[in-house]
């Protein structure tokens, strides 16, 4: 394909009207790349959590692979690694590459594999996204700046360093708390193009006006991933091609299921679903979200180890107050 762009209208500081957009990002994001006809992320895929020892003072590589075959036995299509429920935040850098190796050898192509390698340096997060590219993973995700939230700026910048330091697809992991505020998503695709190999968000945020104008925009070459739990189905009448949940790790057979259920057209069985997991959800908002995920996990006969600090580790009284909790629902971990 020739590098010389013409069509409708010159493209400038603003972006075009949809069929102009249209034709830009065909050229913009597929040039000298593949078509996304075949997206990476599509279904359901938790976002992992991170084995530790029982006193969470190191990583259990060992606990990866029992982990991650139960979820792939129950139908996950994919796993997101080290991002918040992967606590990639509270591990040190050998840590989260000791994490990305035990990954890759246990899913063993099995299924395809995103690395949140952001960090609070963008040189630590260069480290790890080449690391990964190295291991062999699937592609790479980054957060934006914590040091500098709500600053698109600051992040695309960020984004570019990260995304120049290898040739895997990059993501953006777009967090409500952090992400840049009073943005338009045409302001947001015009920023992201000095990242050529941009190729789609993990969008944890409920602003679902905001992720459709993603998906009317950029959803023929993007690959649109939705993030809250309890807006699950939400994310896949919004245009989601796939969904990333914490609580995927403990009820993953139920968000497979829904997602059949929306993919035949079949809506009131997978709000139904929507609803069971909610009432989960709702319950787990009263302790510690993800020290709950992981107790529930060893619960289940698959040790993970205690979410670190600043996370609340259950004790015995809390450890009970829980199981009341779910024996109250009617609900076991899958």
């Known amino acids: 394909m020739s590098t010389a762009r013409s069509g409708p209208a010159a493209v400038g500081s603003r972006w075009l009207p949809f069929a102009a957009a249209k034709w830009f990002r065909t050229v913009h994001f597929l040039e000298d790349q593949n078509t996304m006809t075949d997206k990476l992320a599509r279904g359901i895929w938790p976002a992992l959590v991170t084995p530790f020892t029982d006193d969470g003072s190191a990583l259990a590589p060992a606990r990866v692979e029992p982990l991650v075959k139960h979820l792939i036995d129950a139908g996950s299509n994919g796993f997101f690694v080290c991002g918040g429920t992967g606590e990639g935040s509270a591990m040190s850098v050998p840590e989260r590459k000791a994490m990305t190796e035990a990954t890759i050898a246990a899913v063993a192509g099995a299924v395809p594999l995103i690395f949140q390698v952001g960090a609070t340096s963008t040189a630590n997060a260069v480290e790890l996204a080449q690391h990964a590219a190295a291991a062999g993973a699937d592609a790479v995700a980054s957060v934006a700046p914590i040091d500098q939230p709500n600053d698109l700026q600051a992040a695309v910048a960020h984004y570019a360093t990260i995304g120049a330091a290898t040739d895997l697809p990059f993501y953006v992991y777009w967090l409500a708390h952090t992400a840049a505020k009073n943005v338009t998503a045409e302001q947001f695709l015009e920023a992201m193009e000095v990242v050529p190999n941009f190729s789609g968000l993990k969008f944890t945020d409920s602003n679902f006006y905001f992720f459709q104008r993603l998906v009317q925009l950029g959803g023929d070459c993007l690959n649109l991933i939705s993030g809250p739990d309890e807006i699950c189905l939400g994310g896949m009448v919004a245009g989601s091609d796939a969904a990333i949940g914490s609580t995927y790790n403990i009820m993953p057979k139920l968000f497979v299921e829904m997602r059949q259920h929306f993919e035949t057209s079949d809506i009131q069985p997978a709000m139904a679903l929507q609803a069971r997991a909610n009432e ?37 009284a809390g450890r009970a107050a829980l199981c009341q909790a779910l024996d109250d629902l009617g609900f076991a971990v899958e």
Do not use: C, Q, W
């Open 280 to 316: 989960v959800i709702s319950t787990l908002f009263h302790f510690d979200l993800l020290a709950a995920v992981k107790e529930m996990l060893t619960m289940r006969g698959l040790p993970v180890g205690p979410a670190r600090p600043p996370h609340i580790p259950f004790d015995d």
